[in-house]
């Protein structure tokens, strides 16, 4: 139906037609696009702002009527206007206001089917006052920080190269050892030369130091669970919570009742980051809101942007009450665009998409696409399963068994993380770098970064009985990150009878796999000074002395966070662990047999992806004993042991070089060996 024919039918004939339009597109048991909702092609929705004039566009077929308010501030106060809007093109509505607007407030009312709906920002909003209420009028161009015209995005030569560091926002710069003026605000990201109280580096410093090259966000777009009214008191969350999709949170600002201040500081946080650097990925959740039926999408086209059940109640996929419809034209469009918008407006590197097997393969695909043309460089991840059943056909799902379709974007390995660390539903359930026997093919398997291998024996892998990558840069190596488990509290509770000695080996040797395995490895914030959670495993809304990275443990476990850091260089270095194709991966990587339970080894070989080491020799011993193993035949000389890293061969006090065609792996540890001749 075009939008001339709705102008010139009946108040009573559109009536009908949009109460059996909501119908069929709330009881439909198959997700096909809701029948009889036009779809616009502009690339305008949302308000639009000059001096001279502000445009707002909105999408809302079939509503009887909308209305624009105008607000001085962004919460309470009277209202200074009530406006129609105009019915427009292909289901919009439009209202032209001339005169200059900036930084004034607005909120959207739409009546359907006679019942007025709840005030709210359209989707698109870009600016809004504090708790996300009203959107506002924004002069972008206002926002950006001094020198934000010459901003340009680190240099990246290949996906393979990346490190990505994850962390929440508040706990990145909270506690007091941080030495962090701006704590728990995006400026925090700006502060250099900060220190802790023993002298070590903390903040963006740190970051530099460990040698990472992308700091992923915990989600840092607007969402509903924090008052910014009552930032005095105690409050935290994740964020996976959405209220507004394109707008930067209030309260990590250091105002957020001036729409303005927010997007300055988030644009500060960015370049800052960027100068020294490091690229910006933002977590997104895209695939439910907080709350379906308060959300601008409900209020303005109820049925459309959410699945529903057969009952009409909200399909739960997400496990949050409902789950949002990506292979619905209009859903997808706002999808595309709010990524768009983030990665053009904002400069952001990268996107996590949190539930990514709630969104359809062809939108997922789209976004590829899209950001492609902006940056090729700008990386996309997410978690390939849902939280539980949906109503989107499971051919369609962007699942990890489906990463093959999927074009250039990778998936969380949940074969290595659990192979390494153990089941996430279980504890006390050990994982290979605790001793639990018959994981080896898993590790193998995450070795070759969930690809296909003719020496991996598929069935005895944990989750996944054949490849689902097509090439190593489409898997997230890890071992952990904001959900479940933190690495040491993990090891608390699966190695019980251990000494802290012998858990710091752990500490180590987890990570160790994860930087000397293909694939992109992933680090959770703080694992390189031995964060601990104090073994709370669902930590979303718990309090900062629970969530926040105590700095003084830098000082405590500085040799933890100098291996950890070593090993990233050992990495950067060292192109034959980050081989960009399958192909590379079969031709130069083959795994020896080592004859031993909880011992993987492996060589590499023929100056992979040019590498100046010719042989490199790799072997991973999870027993609670050191074992001997035998070397192929050639001269090997040691480089990295659990007690320290040596890139040049030099000898490691106290350990002992190969004898006899023979080498010692102590317990716990990584053992990386390489021909004499390259060093």
């Given at each position: 139906m075009t939008a001339m024919n709705i102008r010139k039918i009946s108040l009573f004939t559109l009536f009908a037609i949009f109460t059996m339009t909501i119908v069929s597109c709330q009881l439909t048991a198959r997700q096909e696009l809701c029948q009889g909702y036009p779809v616009y092609h502009g690339d305008d929705l949302g308000v639009n702002y000059t001096p001279e004039k502000t445009i707002f566009r909105v999408w809302a077929p079939f509503t009887e009527a909308i209305t624009v308010r105008i607000y001085n501030q962004g919460h309470?106060?009277?209202?200074?206007?009530?406006?129609?809007?105009?019915?427009d093109v292909q289901g919009t509505w439009l209202l032209e206001l001339e005169g200059d607007w900036k930084d004034k407030y607005y909120t959207?009312?739409?009546?359907?089917?006679?019942?007025?709906?709840?005030?709210?920002?359209?989707?698109?909003?870009?600016?809004?006052?504090?708790?996300?209420?009203?959107?506002?009028?924004?002069?972008l161009t206002a926002t950006n920080p001094l020198g934000w015209e010459n901003d340009d995005r680190p240099e990246l030569s290949s996906h393979a190269d990346m490190v990505i560091w994850e962390i929440h926002m508040r706990d990145f710069s909270i506690h007091p050892s941080s030495g962090i003026e701006n704590k728990g605000k995006y400026l925090a990201f700006t502060e250099t030369g900060t220190r802790s109280p023993e002298g070590h580096k903390t903040g963006i410093d740190h970051l530099v130091e460990l040698g990472i090259t992308h700091v992923h966000l915990l989600p840092v777009y607007d969402f509903y669970t924090i008052d910014e009214t009552r930032l005095d008191e105690p409050q935290f969350n994740w964020g996976y919570d959405p209220k507004n999709y394109n707008v930067p949170q209030g309260s990590y600002s250091t105002d957020p009742y001036d729409g303005n201040v927010r997007i300055r500081e988030f644009k500060k946080m960015v370049q800052s980051l960027h100068n020294q650097g490091i690229r910006v990925i933002m977590d997104v959740v895209y695939n439910h809101m907080y709350d379906a039926t308060t959300s601008p999408f409900e209020n303005?086209?109820?049925?459309?942007?959410?699945?529903?059940n057969e009952d009409g109640t909200y399909s739960n996929g997400s496990g949050c009450g409902n789950e949002t419809a990506s292979e619905r034209a209009m859903m997808?469009?706002?999808?595309i665009e709010s990524v768009k918008y983030w990665a053009q407006e904002y400069r952001i590197d990268g996107f996590r998409f949190d539930l990514m097997g709630l969104h359809d393969i062809e939108t997922m695909n789209l976004i590829r696409e899209e950001l492609h043309a902006i940056d090729p460089d700008i990386f996309i991840y997410g978690e390939g399963w849902t939280?539980?059943?949906?109503?989107?056909?499971?051919?369609?799902?962007?699942?990890?068994?489906?990463?093959?379709?999927?074009?250039?974007?990778?998936?969380?390995?949940?074969?290595?993380?659990?192979?390494?660390?153990?089941?996430?539903?279980?504890?006390?359930a050990p994982g290979f770098m605790a001793g639990q026997h018959g994981l080896e093919e898993s590790i193998k398997f995450g070795v070759v970064a969930s690809t296909e291998h003719p020496q991996i024996n598929y069935p005895s892998v944990n989750y996944s009985d054949a490849p689902w990558a097509d090439n190593p840069l489409q898997t997230i190596t890890y071992v952990t990150c904001h959900d479940n488990p933190c690495l040491w509290d993990k090891i608390v509770d699966t190695c019980i009878d251990c000494s802290k000695d012998e858990m710091l080996d752990m500490q180590k040797f987890a990570n160790a796999i994860v930087l000397t395995s293909?694939?992109?490895p992933l680090l959770h914030a703080g694992e390189e000074i031995v964060r601990t959670k104090f073994g709370e495993h669902n930590s979303y809304n718990l309090p900062d002395s629970i969530n926040q990275l105590v700095w003084h443990n830098k000082d405590t476990y500085r040799d933890v966070f100098d291996y950890y850091k070593d090993l990233i260089t050992l990495r950067k270095n060292h192109p034959a662990f980050r081989m960009p194709t399958t192909e590379m991966v079969q031709q130069h990587l083959r795994f020896l047999d080592t004859h031993q339970a909880l011992v993987v080894g492996y060589h590499i070989g023929?100056?992979?992806n040019n590498d100046p080491w010719k042989d490199i020799l790799v072997f991973y011993n999870a027993n609670a004993h050191?074992?001997?193993?035998?070397?192929?035949?050639?001269?090997?000389?040691?480089?990295?042991?659990?007690?320290?890293?040596?890139?040049?061969?030099?000898?490691?006090?106290?350990?002992?070089?190969?004898?006899?065609?023979?080498?010692?792996?102590?317990?716990?540890?990584?053992?990386?060996?390489?021909d004499k001749a390259s060093v």
């Open positions: 309470e106060g009277e209202v200074l206007e009530t406006l129609p809007m105009q019915q959207y009312q739409a009546q359907i089917n006679g019942e007025l709906k709840m005030e709210v920002p359209d989707p698109n909003a870009k600016a809004v006052g504090v708790n996300g209420n009203r959107g506002m009028i924004v002069d303005l086209v109820p049925g459309y942007y959410f699945r529903m997808r469009k706002f999808m939280a539980g059943d949906t109503p989107l056909p499971e051919h369609d799902r962007a699942i990890k068994v489906h990463t093959p379709r999927l074009n250039g974007i990778a998936a969380f390995s949940d074969d290595i993380r659990d192979g390494i660390r153990g089941p996430w539903w279980e504890a006390k293909q694939g992109i023929d100056n992979a050191g074992v001997d193993v035998e070397l192929p035949e050639g001269d090997w000389t040691i480089v990295a042991t659990k007690f320290s890293i040596e890139e040049t061969g030099s000898t490691v006090e106290g350990f002992n070089n190969t004898q006899n065609g023979k080498t010692h792996i102590p317990d716990r540890s990584i053992l990386i060996l390489v």
